[in-house]
């Protein structure tokens, strides 16, 4: 498997052309996000979301979280966007605030687990933004084992998960903080995971009743 070095805000353009190669080849892909290195690949391709939970000794009843290109990219996973949903992306997104929506009909059953949701966010980080643009959604689990050490490190990643990819992008450390998320499947929205973005923040949005 190869490395590569990247720029995360300005990526070149050859490092994104084959990065997206290995994704429409199948290939899984150890990436930066705005927050830890993840290991995905198309959301869509048959088998990726196997091939990640293998690689990661993920529980096959766990849903897979996603990434997006943008908030319509992000719309289109969700078989509803209640207005919760449109207040905290216009705040948050770009950024590491994960949402758990209703899953379209066409979401592969082995991203939600078949639970009926589906977890998706636009990252803060152009590059994973880039690759969703020209692939679509991406599989965005962080690249560690179960139960690992999160991995700030493309280093860190390569030697938890490496085998399973066919490429990984090295943009320098992350950040250690996952993204926060909350489920506005339910009513009111509920935090499932703390993370980068503050609840009270969150909670301010959503009593707002406008973005800020």
Do not use: H
Not at 78 to 96: D, K, N, V
Request: with cysteine.
């Amino acid at each position: 498997m190869e490395t590569l070095p990247v720029r995360g805000e300005t990526p070149d353009e050859a490092v994104v052309a084959r990065a997206v190669d290995a994704l429409r080849r199948g290939e899984l892909l150890i990436y930066p996000t705005d927050t830890l290195y993840a290991l995905g690949g198309r959301a869509g391709e048959p088998g990726v979301g196997q091939r990640v939970r293998a690689a990661k000794g993920r529980e096959a009843g766990k849903a897979l979280p996603l990434v997006a290109a943008d908030a319509a990219q992000a719309r289109g996973l969700a078989a509803g966007w209640p207005p919760a949903a449109e207040r905290l992306a216009a705040r948050f997104w770009p950024g590491p605030l994960t949402l758990v929506l209703l899953a379209a009909p066409g979401v592969p059953a082995e991203v939600t687990a078949g639970g009926g949701t589906v977890a998706v966010r636009v990252p803060g980080l152009a590059l994973p933004r880039e690759l969703c643009r020209e692939t679509g959604p991406l599989v965005s689990t962080s690249a560690n084992r179960s139960g690992g050490p999160a991995p700030l490190t493309c280093a860190e990643a390569v030697a938890a998960v490496g085998e399973a990819a066919g490429l990984a992008l090295d943009a320098g450390p992350g950040r250690p903080q996952g993204s926060t998320i909350v489920d506005v499947a339910t009513q009111p929205p509920r935090l499932l995971r703390a993370g980068a973005i503050p609840w009270r923040d969150v909670q301010a949005v959503l009593l707002s009743g406008a973005p800020c």
